[in-house]
């Protein structure tokens, strides 16, 4: 592709800029100049397509489960319960905890993205991220009290065929009390009002494996896969 | 040639994943996606997340970051897939930009923003020399041919620029020069490819 037109330093600019040498600042300016000026997007463009040859020395490296959960939890949220804004919230608070964990730097960019995505005035609500100990999250809880109701987001794995994930609240002392069944592609569990009563800031949750339709006993049967806690968003 | 694009043995697995899908396909799916089709999006990352991964974990060297970075490539990805123009850009060309971008500005925010130079660098003369004119005159010219044009050093600190991400400031250090002299070099080398890629 021609760019004859261009001048050697727009060349060489948009050449850094894709092979990503500059600095955050310089990387920034060559983005803004990409808005208004056409010419040199095409450039930075052409240069892409160029480079995208050296693609191939990405090896695949295998993901963690559970990200595509995040990826949806941020995207769909608002969408899976627009009145309440407790999705949004939910966003919020993910962000906190992503924030926490990544690099100081890195702080301000997810912040940033995340602070407009908060719906204001949201009900209070109680949110468990459960995970395996050690792995990443498989899916995420929040329970709106006013409405006595979990919503889920998908979990990041299916039970085999025939089996069913079932959601217990595990007290301080005493047997685990059934929620509920996990609806199999996430969506709500409505909780019976004295069961959300059980329910406060700090309680455990965990998620077992269960023949289809759930435990036959009343108590946890099977391995439980995920758990964790529930917090104030 | 000396530069290498072959990657470390690092353990990697999945090999070309997402190669059994055809670019067309991975098309469909960004396109599917910009539509707001989940069923596709959730495709999509199926069929490209293990590739994606592999440029935020080559470029951020550090796992959870890694992740984090994926995690922010998809909901990108989501949000942008209505710019996608097949045409402009191969399917997986287009991901793995979005892919290299995230994990750069990551590493570039927790660097010095700008870059100090005892002198402004040069982008002197770099016209091509004859003599690798007349070597290459096939109809194609990829960008191995053309870096195979470049001093070996050049042509490695070009590679390893956008493979690894390496800044300016690193690649400085690893050939032992001066900053503005590393940039001088690599803006020639820029466009000395750039004209080997326009002949």
Known sequence: ?233 | MRWSRKADNDGSDKRGTYSNMSQDELSGLIARTALGDRAAFSSLYSQTSAKLFGVTLRILKDRAQAEDALQEVYVRIWRRAGSFRVGQASAMAWLTTIARNQAIDLIRARQPATLEYDEAPEVADAAPDPEARAVLSGESRRIDSCLSELDPDRATAVVAAYVEGLSYQELAEQHAVPLNTMRTWLRRSLIKLRECMSR
Not at chain 1, 16 to 27: F, K, M, S, T
Not at chain 1, 65 to 92: C, N, T
Not at chain 1, 175 to 183: I, R, Y
């Open chain 1, 1 to 233: 592709m021609s760019t004859g037109t261009h001048r050697p330093e727009d060349n060489a600019l948009a050449g850094e800029y894709v092979l990503g040498v500059l600095p955050i600042a310089e990387r920034r300016k060559v983005e803004e100049r990409m808005a208004r000026d056409s010419g040199f997007a095409a450039l930075v463009q052409s240069w892409q397509t160029d480079l995208a040859h050296l693609d191939e020395a990405y090896q695949p490296q295998t993901p963690p489960q559970g990200i595509k959960a995040r990826v949806d939890a941020r995207l769909f949220a608002e969408a899976a319960k627009p009145a309440g804004g407790l999705w949004g919230s939910l966003v919020f608070w993910r962000g906190l905890a992503f924030a926490s964990l990544a690099a100081a730097a890195a702080v301000g960019i997810y912040s940033g993205n995340l602070i407009e995505q908060q719906a204001p005035g949201s009900a209070p609500a109680l949110v468990a991220e459960l995970g395996a100990p050690g792995s990443s999250v498989g899916l995420i809880a929040a329970l709106d009290p006013a409405e006595g109701a979990f919503t889920i987001t998908p979990a990041a794995f299916s039970p085999d065929d025939g089996k069913s994930l079932e959601l217990w609240l595990v007290p301080g002392e005493g047997a685990p009390v059934s929620l509920g069944l996990v609806p199999s592609d996430g969506g709500r569990l409505v909780l019976d009002q004295p069961l959300v009563q059980q329910i406060s800031d700090g309680a455990l949750l965990a998620v077992s494996v269960e023949p289809l339709g759930g435990s036959p006993t009343g108590t946890a049967t099977g391995p439980v896969v995920l758990s964790g806690s529930l917090s104030k968003k």
